[in-house]
């Protein structure tokens, strides 16, 4: 781990640990053999990689979107709660605000309520993808540094 956390760039960083999880947890369809700190960077990268790939819409259909409402709680406990108000809104879509964990019934919701949200998720996507292009501001919070401070916060969770 130390060898990892010496890496140059923290983008490299987290994808070398997020790797090993995936690794780990069969690509998150094991994922109850992660600990809660691996669980949290698991989670945190799956978002960061579903929206970055396809937006929100995607983020849902896929099985990264079985842990939509943990997500939020994830974020907050590596500090990143600009991104986890956006995680809320996003999931604010569906009824009552509750994101089915079962990708069958989302998916079914998903169909009643995509194209309703597809506008509103896609403008809460842009926050992912860089500065507002009329403030210059990031609207979400630097995630890779937040999760490698966790990582060096809980690195006795992260040992191989």
Known sequence: METVLEMDRE?????????????ISNYGQEIE???SSQRVL?????????INNGGFKQFYWNSSGDYAMETVDTLKQIGATITAGVVKKANDQFPDGLVPEDRDKRGEVLNLIGEKSSEYWNALDLKFYGPNKET???????????LIKFVKANKADFEK
């Open 136 to 146: 210059g501001i990031w609207e979400i919070d630097d995630l890779p540094n937040l």
């Open 33 to 35: 053999k992660l600990n």
């Open 42 to 50: 698991l989670i945190i990268e799956n978002l960061q990689r579903e």
């Open 11 to 23: 983008d490299l960083i987290v994808t070398e640990i997020d790797t090993y999880l995936n690794e």
